[in-house]
């Protein structure tokens, strides 16, 4: 299974069957997190992964998810330090890691609103400044679905995604037409499309520069709901789900590129690249958009 097929075949997943992990399953588990976590997302911002293991034999790691979560034996508690795009960073290593378990036959659930954040730190061991701002359910799936598990799936629309046309843009505002690109964008395009997010809300917006052969990547928030968290962004940590999607999708279709952040420490936004750039960042911040980076 390559990855373009790994990424649309992955879905969320919260009924766990109660079986523990053994010794050698823990082992590879954590070498999927150690690789993963290797080297720093698109910003520089470092993550560490720690695996928590029920080990009394109850079948279930329990943190605090209020029944959202049912029979998880183990979950995956991702920490970092605050930092300009370490949000963003958090997004790309967790999603690299969640595709690779799901390929090595893991379960999986993102977990960013409701979980108990003063124990995952304990168990994580974050210190200082660190802090588990989403935590990631982890198991392999159960036979039946809890009722639970299946009424969050209808409320959120789990599996619903937006059309292309409403997620992709030209510099002048107009939406995109997928079918004058090469096919090869339109696999990124797809990839990135189908990515998790908080709510199911998609914050991603694209813009295409036909030109200069760039994409603009923005983020269309929620103010009220990415800063109802404190220190803990969803929708930022989004972006950086989507920003993984499109490069591993890239890489596999033979793209060349990487991302380029758009935001500086203090927040502001560097106008790099030329006059091109800065009329793709005014008309975004006419819809309402923030740059978050750009693909070149």
């Not at 049912?70 to 605050?82: R, T, W």
């Not at 960073?89 to 979980?115: M, N």
């Not at 954040?117 to 400044?129: H, P, V």
């Not at 990547?217 to 499109?246: C, K, P, V």
Request: proline residues 4%; contains cysteine; charged residues 25%.
């Amino acid at each position: 299974m390559n990855i373009l097929e790994t990424i649309s075949q992955r879905r969320s997943v919260r009924s766990f069957s109660s079986t523990i992990m053994d010794r050698r399953e823990m082992e590879s588990v954590r070498g999927i997190l150690e690789r993963a976590a290797s080297e720093p997302g698109p910003f520089g911002a470092r993550i560490r992964c720690k695996l928590h293991v029920d080990t009394v034999g109850s079948g279930e790691a329990r943190l605090g998810t209020y029944g959202l979560i049912s029979g998880a034996s183990a979950f995956v508690l991702p920490i970092l330090a605050p930092a300009p795009g370490a949000m963003e960073d958090l997004g790309w290593v967790v999603e690299k890691a969640v595709i690779d378990l799901w390929a090595a036959g893991w379960a999986s659930c993102w977990i960013g609103g409701v979980f108990s954040r003063t124990k995952a730190a304990g168990l994580a061991g974050a210190s200082g400044e660190e802090y588990v701002p989403i935590v990631i359910a982890l198991g392999k799936e159960a036979e039946r679905r809890s009722f639970m598990d299946k009424l969050i799936a209808r409320a959120s629309r789990s599996r619903q995604r937006r059309a292309l046309a409403e997620l992709c843009f030209l510099p002048d505002g107009s939406a995109l037409n997928g079918d004058a690109l090469a096919s090869p964008w339109n696999i990124v395009l797809e990839a990135l499309r189908v990515a998790p997010s908080a709510s199911n809300k998609q914050p991603w917006r694209l813009v295409w520069d036909p030109l200069a052969l760039r994409w603009m990547l923005f983020l269309d928030e929620d103010r009220f709901y990415n800063n109802s968290l404190g220190n803990t962004h969803l929708q930022n940590i989004d972006m950086g789900i989507a920003m993984y999607h499109f490069a591993a999708a890239a890489g596999c279709a033979g793209l060349k590129g990487s991302w380029t952040p758009l935001v500086e420490r203090e927040g502001f936004f560097a106008e790099a690249g030329g006059e091109g750039v800065k009329s793709m960042i005014d008309m975004g911040r006419k819809k309402g958009w923030e740059p978050i980076a750009m693909w070149r």
